[in-house]
């Protein structure tokens, strides 16, 4: 059974970090593609950042230069580090695994809230 399990979300004041993290498990998380989307309200879900097999990684142009995609393979963990955030980052943040080019699986999302 595949499970992404997210934590890391709350509340944080605008220009705060948070750092979220995704434990995968059931999958051979070295040869996916992890990533991570977030939805807002009223929002369709958007690919924030991604990160390949090989660490090559990509960015929304909305949070270049503010948020940071790793992964850990030996402990099947990808994370996203989100600095200077913004009220307009406040979403539900999915964690997505991806063996080819769509997403394969999906955690449950962690709540994200950026008070100004």
């Known amino acids: 059974q595949v499970q992404l399990v997210e934590s890391g979300g709350g509340l944080v004041q605008a220009g705060g970090s948070l750092r979220l993290s995704c434990a995968a498990s059931?999958?051979?998380?070295?040869?996916?593609?992890m990533g991570w989307y977030r939805q807002a309200p009223g929002k369709q879900r958007e690919l924030v950042a991604s990160?390949?097999?090989?660490?090559?990684?990509n960015y929304a142009d909305s949070v270049k230069g503010r948020f940071t995609i790793s992964r850990d393979n030996a402990k099947n963990t990808v994370y996203l580090q989100m600095n200077s955030l913004k009220p307009e980052d406040a979403a539900v943040y999915f964690c997505?695994?991806?063996?080819?080019?769509?997403?394969?699986?999906w955690g449950q999302g962690t709540q994200v809230t950026v008070s100004s």
């Open positions: 990160i390949t097999r090989l660490g090559s990684t």
């Open positions: 997505s695994a991806a063996w080819g080019t769509e997403v394969d699986y």
């Open positions: 059931g999958i051979i998380f070295s040869l996916h593609v």
